[in-house]
């Protein structure tokens, strides 16, 4: 889809010159304010933030003091290639002092609507990586921002343009709502299935196989791409999609296989009682017991199961503490998850869940490429 663009009537501008920053503060201490947002509450792949913390939850920093209202654009400064920018639609709070609090100027020819997509374009995002000074947390700083140039439309064709943007991401977040109702409805019959009385110990229900790691001093088993070695810090969501290492078929063999639609549950420190199916055979560490011999539906549903907080708080009482947190194998077999004779309930929400999912990320995916390449046309490529 191309626009058509005339830019003929279109001005140079500087960032600058088109918005302002609020520097206004709030003390949350005194009770001006109850939500604070924080980087992790700001979703790359997003133009507005829905997500926000209890200033009284113990994790927010003493520099959150920047007021921002409903309607203001929030731009993190910090490594600005994560696109960590959107507005705040329908909530007030408090930022920290990294993160700018902005609103476009219209009588020096920007709108609100339009502001976001400037800061989101690839072509901006280029410019605030290349600006950003500091190498351990780079940071676009305030006066190099507003150096920034660009070419703005009239303020009738913004318009135009911001509607069309805007439409998109409303339809964005309508295909996340309704993969959320399918999470919804999965979490009901989860629920459901905790509360029946008749529960099993997983060592019944699956072999359990801890892993092992190949000796490092043996070269030969890791100058080798062949196959997967699995930590606990690759267990994050469903499922395992990639190991950040791998070894050798030689080196596999000196470990433990563990084959596809294994449930793999990270059983030490503070990754204990995370856990995933795994989709491609391969070994695991010591930190990793996995619960082999299921077909991949009872592997979906079993890492569900163990998911729900019933399932994590199970694990977590069959734990032991000495120096670090600790689930032995033997230990994880004990614990009793419901798993009933006919689980085709629960297969089927399970099914659905996964089903929305990937559907909801395959469109996400697709949208986020669509917008890169009308905000492209509309701004230019990446400098």
């Known amino acids: 889809m191309s626009l058509n663009l005339d830019k003929s009537a279109w001005k140079r501008v500087r960032l600058g010159d088109v918005i302002r920053r609020s520097r206004s503060q709030a003390d949350p201490a005194n009770g001006d304010v109850d939500r604070y947002v924080g980087g992790g509450h700001i979703d790359g792949d997003s133009l507005t933030i829905e997500r926000f913390g209890d200033v009284n939850d113990g994790q927010m920093g003493s520099t959150f003091t920047y007021l921002f209202q409903p309607g203001q654009i929030l731009f993190v400064s910090a490594r600005p290639y994560l696109r960590k920018s959107g507005v705040a639609v329908n909530f007030s709070g408090v930022v920290a002092d990294k993160t700018y609090v902005l609103d476009a100027v219209p009588e020096n020819g920007l709108l609100q609507e339009f502001l976001p997509f400037v800061l989101a374009a690839d072509h901006f995002i280029a410019y605030a990586t290349a600006e950003a000074t500091g190498s351990m947390n780079p940071r676009l700083l305030w006066g190099q921002m507003q150096r920034y140039e660009f070419d703005l439309p009239p303020l009738d064709e913004q318009q135009r343009l911001a509607d069309l943007l805007w439409a998109l991401e409303r339809y964005r977040l309508s295909i996340r709502e309704r993969a959320e109702r399918t999470w919804d409805a999965a979490a009901v019959v989860l629920r459901h299935a905790w509360e029946a009385e008749h529960k099993f110990a997983i060592g019944v229900i699956g072999?359990?196989?801890?892993?092992?790691?190949?000796?490092k001093a043996n070269a030969d088993y890791w100058n080798s791409e062949e196959v997967p070695f699995y930590t606990p810090s690759e267990i994050d969501g469903e499922f395992i999609a990639s190991a950040r290492q791998r070894v050798s078929l030689a080196g596999a063999q000196v470990g433990r296989m563990v084959p596809k639609n294994s449930v793999a549950v990270a059983c030490i420190g503070g990754d204990l009682g995370k856990s995933a199916v795994v989709t491609e055979p391969g070994i695991s560490n010591q930190q990793i017991t996995s619960i082999v011999g299921l077909p991949a539906d009872d592997a979906a549903l079993l890492q569900a199961i163990l998911a729900h907080p019933r399932g994590r708080a199970a694990l977590q009482a069959r734990e032991t503490t000495t120096i670090v947190r600790k689930l032995n194998k033997s230990d994880l077999m004990k614990v009793e998850v419901p798993w009933p004779a006919d689980r085709r309930t629960l297969h089927a929400a399970i099914r659905a869940r996964r089903i929305a999912t990937v559907?909801?990320?395959a469109?996400?995916?697709?949208?986020?490429?669509?917008?890169?390449?009308?905000?492209?046309?509309?701004?230019g490529g990446a400098k």
């Open 207 to 215: 072999e359990c196989v801890t892993g092992s790691t190949p000796s």
């Open 359 to 361: 559907g909801a990320n």
């Open 363 to 379: 469109e996400a995916s697709r949208l986020a490429r669509f917008r890169s390449g009308l905000t492209a046309e509309i701004f």
